[in-house]
């Protein structure tokens, strides 16, 4: 394993039964990075996830943590820690309780567990809940206790499987700031789950995404958005039109189409306004659909109506030929 690397996946492989949910991935986390896992439901982002943390067995490979083989090793022992989509909060035990249960399970003494939650309370800034119940708190004051129980094992990789889909949009979009600002301050390696393209362009230092059962792109967020390499990253990222020009099939940001006098010839067929750009949906003469972001100034420059007839240009430089 190289220098700067906190986890490495090799081969990594899950079956159930007659299903593969992971096929032979393989992938270099660096440390201290917040990496998005994103694809769509059923792609093996949280089979994978949790043959990290070790609440799944692997099936083939192996999952390595600074050097060490920690496959086989029991969840509690192998330097990460997992947050779960539901929190799996303890009910009948307090926020304090629940945040130190991991050590009172290593046999820690009470006033060193509560002092070491008491300061994690305060990281998530719940000190003031620290005597209530679980029931007694919102989902997102549920979640901050669920991150300082999982944080309090000083893992090397938090692993979080889709962390803000029980919250509503207010609260989530707040609360990945709070994670991110989290991941900054302990300089952890963060591994998020989400289905999330919005989540993950905004809090991914690095995006890898999953398509059946394996990786499809890795890379920044700005080049995994930016560049997609095949049709169904482009697609799923969202932002681009998939064109077939000259035999392959190209990318296009929709940003980046513009209406001029020359260009494809096609026709509008929805114009919808969406504050500082209208959307044009328009149809090609081949019958291929093409989404034009126009800033409004531009359009309302010259109106169009469904349709009209346009032409659509862009430079070509901004094609983007996509692998099939
Ligand atoms: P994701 O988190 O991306 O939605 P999962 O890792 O949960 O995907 O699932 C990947 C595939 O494995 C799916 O086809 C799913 O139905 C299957 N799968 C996941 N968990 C189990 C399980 N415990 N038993 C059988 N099949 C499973
Ligand atoms: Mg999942």
Same mark, same amino acid.
């Given at each position: 394993m190289g220098a700067g690397y906190d986890l490495e996946l090799i081969n990594l492989t899950k079956k159930y039964g007659d299903t593969l949910a992971v096929d032979r991935i393989n992938y270099k986390f660096k440390a201290g990075s917040y990496v998005c896992l994103l694809g769509p439901s059923g792609c093996g982002k949280s089979s994978t996830l949790r043959m990290i943390a070790g609440h799944e067995t692997l099936t083939d490979g192996s999952v390595v943590l600074d050097g060490f083989d920690v496959s086989t090793l029991a969840p509690a022992k192998r330097g990460t820690a997992m947050m779960f989509q539901s929190y799996a909060l303890f009910p009948h035990l307090s926020v304090r309780d629940n945040v130190a249960f991991s050590l009172r399970m290593k046999g820690v003494d009470k006033p060193t567990r509560h002092a070491k939650a008491n300061a994690l309370l305060e990281l998530v800034d719940m000190t003031s809940? #620290?005597?209530?119940?679980?029931?007694?708190?919102?989902?997102?004051?549920?979640?901050?206790?669920?991150?300082?129980? /999982?944080?309090? @094992?000083?893992? *090397?990789?938090?692993?979080?499987?889709?962390?803000?889909? #029980? =919250?509503?949009?207010?609260?989530?979009?707040?609360?990945?700031?709070? =994670? *991110?600002?989290?991941?900054?301050? =302990?300089?952890? @390696?963060?591994?998020?789950?989400?289905?999330?393209?919005?989540? /993950?362009?905004?809090?991914?230092?690095?995006?890898?995404?999953?398509?059946?059962?394996?990786?499809?792109?890795?890379?920044? /967020?700005?080049?995994?958005?930016?560049?997609? *390499? @095949?049709?169904?990253?482009?697609?799923?990222m969202g932002g681009h039109n998939v064109i077939s020009l000259d035999g392959g099939k190209v990318a296009l940001r929709s940003d980046e189409v513009r209406l001029d006098k020359n260009g494809l010839a096609a026709t509008v067929t929805s114009v919808e306004y969406q504050g500082g750009h209208v959307a044009l949906t328009t149809q090609t003469d081949s019958g291929e659909e093409v989404l034009a972001l126009v800033p409004e100034t531009d359009f309302y420059a010259s109106p169009k109506n469904p349709g009209d007839a346009v032409n659509l240009a862009w430079d070509e430089g901004r094609l983007h030929r996509l692998l099939t």
């Open positions: 809940f #620290a005597e209530r119940f679980p029931e007694q708190l919102s989902g997102g004051q549920q979640q901050r206790v669920a991150l300082a129980r /999982a944080l309090i @094992t000083e893992p *090397k990789v938090l692993l979080l499987d889709e962390p803000l889909s #029980a =919250l509503d949009p207010f609260l989530r979009i707040r609360m990945r700031s709070e =994670l *991110k600002r989290l991941q900054r301050e =302990l300089g952890i @390696t963060f591994i998020h789950v989400t289905h999330g393209q919005d989540e /993950a362009l905004a809090l991914g230092d690095e995006l890898v995404v999953m398509n059946n059962a394996v990786i499809e792109q890795a890379g920044t /967020a700005r080049d995994v958005w930016s560049a997609p *390499k @095949t049709e169904f990253v482009a697609r799923f």
